[in-house]
C-alpha cells in the first residue's frame, strides 16, 4: 500500500465536513493556467481536500495576488497564507542552501532531481535543517528539466563555444558560460528571439518546455539533448508549527498529496520535453546528443560554477560543501 493510500485510508476515519472545514490560504505568484498550477497545485487541493473529509478547505490566491514567488517563507511566518509557493532563485535570501538542486551538471531529469531533492528533506542533513531553522515544513517540490543549449548551429563540445555569445541569466549559468569559453550575455527571455534572429546571441541556454512561449523555435534550429546546464526549481511549504498543530491524520494527507503531486509533476515535465522535442524534430530541427567524450569535457568545466556557488555561501558562514555533497550523494554522485 502506498503512502497516499495509508493516508487517505486513515482519513476516513475523520468526521470532520466541509461545514467545519479549517480553510487556509493557498497563495502563489504563478497563473492559474501555469503548468505548475494545472498538474500540481489544483490536484493537490482536491486530494488534501478529498483526503481528509473536507477537513481541509482552501483559499486559492493564484498570480501574485498575495505572494509574491521570494515571500513563501516570510509569508508563512506572517501568517498571511498557511500554504506558499517559492521560487528557488528567488528566495536565496532565506534559503540559499537549496540552491545547490539548479546548479549545472547534478542531474538527467526532472524526476531524479526531484526524487533526490525530497531525499535530502527527509533525512538529517543541511537542506533540511535550513527548512526548520526558517519554520517551514516543505510539502511539494519542483524542478524542471535540465536545461539545454540551443542556437542556430551544433555547440556540442567545448571548443563549439570559444568565442560565442550565449544568452543566460543567473550568476551559475553566467559563470557556466564564462569557464567553458564563451562570453555569457544577460538579457530577458522575451528578447531571446530577437537576438538569435539578428545575431546578437550565438544561443541561449533554455528548458524545452520555455522554447514556444518565447518563440524560440522560430529562430533557433538545433538543440541538444542530453547536456545538464542547470535547471530551475521551487517549493511550497507550509508554516512548521502550523503543521506540528494539526492531527497526524491531516499532517499525513497533506504529505502524501504533495509527494504524489511533486512525482506526478516531474513525470509530465520529463514526459513534455520528450513530446516538444520530437515536435521539434518532425518539423526539421536539428537534435543532437552531446557524445560521453564531449560530456565528459563540459563536465570538467563545471568546477568554476560549483566553487563559485560554495565560496558565495562560504562567506556567509553557510555549509555550502556540506550541502553540495548531500545533494549529490542523493543523486547517486
Not at 226 to 236: D, P, Q, V
Given at each position: 500500500m502506498s503512502f497516499l493510500e495509508s493516508a487517505l485510508l486513515a482519513a476516513t476515519a475523520m468526521t470532520a465536513t466541509s461545514a467545519a472545514a479549517d480553510t487556509m490560504i493557498y497563495a502563489t505568484d504563478l497563473p492559474p493556467t501555469h503548468f505548475i498550477s494545472v498538474h500540481a497545485v489544483e490536484p493537490m487541493m482536491k486530494c488534501m481536500t478529498e483526503g481528509t473529509n473536507g477537513a481541509l478547505d482552501f483559499n486559492y490566491m493564484p498570480s501574485g495576488q498575495l505572494v509574491k514567488r521570494n515571500e513563501m517563507v516570510d509569508a508563512l511566518n506572517k501568517g498571511l497564507a498557511q500554504f506558499a509557493y517559492s521560487s528557488t532563485a528567488n528566495e536565496s535570501a532565506n534559503l540559499p542552501l537549496q540552491g545547490v538542486t539548479m546548479l549545472p551538471g547534478m542531474s538527467d531529469s526532472a524526476l531524479n532531481a526531484t526524487k533526490a531533492w525530497r531525499h535530502t528533506l527527509d533525512t538529517d542533513t543541511t537542506l533540511a535543517k535550513e527548512l526548520v531553522e526558517v519554520n517551514v515544513h516543505p510539502v511539494f517540490l519542483a524542478l524542471l528539466a535540465p536545461y539545454q543549449i540551443m542556437g542556430k548551429e551544433k555547440l556540442d563540445t567545448v571548443a563549439s563555444w570559444e568565442g560565442k555569445k550565449i544568452r543566460a541569466t543567473g550568476s551559475a549559468l553566467s559563470v557556466l558560460v564564462d569557464a567553458i569559453g564563451a562570453t555569457a550575455v544577460q538579457m530577458s527571455a522575451n528578447d531571446i528571439y530577437v537576438a538569435?534572429?539578428?545575431g546578437t546571441v550565438d544561443g541561449t541556454i533554455l528548458s524545452f518546455a520555455s522554447v514556444k512561449p518565447y518563440s524560440v523555435h522560430e529562430a533557433a534550429t538545433h538543440y541538444s539533448?542530453?547536456?545538464?546546464?542547470?535547471?530551475?526549481?521551487?517549493?511550497?511549504?507550509?508554516?512548521?508549527e502550523h503543521y506540528n498543530s494539526l492531527p497526524q491524520e491531516t499532517r499525513d494527507v497533506?504529505?502524501?498529496?504533495?509527494?504524489?503531486?511533486?512525482?506526478?509533476?516531474?513525470?509530465?515535465?520529463?514526459?513534455?520535453?520528450?513530446k516538444i522535442r520530437d515536435e521539434f524534430a518532425a518539423?526539421?530541427?536539428?537534435?543532437?546528443?552531446?557524445?560521453?567524450?564531449?560530456?565528459?569535457?563540459?563536465?570538467?568545466?563545471?568546477?568554476?560554477?560549483?566553487a563559485d556557488f560554495t565560496n558565495r555561501l562560504n562567506e556567509r558562514g553557510l555549509p555550502a560543501e556540506q550541502a553540495l555533497a548531500e545533494f549529490k550523494a542523493a543523486l547517486g554522485k
Open positions: 538569435l534572429e539578428r539533448r542530453n547536456l545538464s546546464l542547470g535547471t530551475a526549481g521551487g517549493m511550497i511549504g507550509m508554516n512548521l497533506i504529505d502524501a498529496c504533495g509527494r504524489e503531486a511533486e512525482i506526478a509533476l516531474a513525470q509530465w515535465i520529463d514526459d513534455n520535453e520528450g518539423n526539421g530541427a536539428v537534435i543532437y546528443d552531446v557524445s560521453d567524450e564531449a560530456l565528459a569535457e563540459f563536465n570538467a568545466k563545471l568546477e568554476p560554477v560549483e
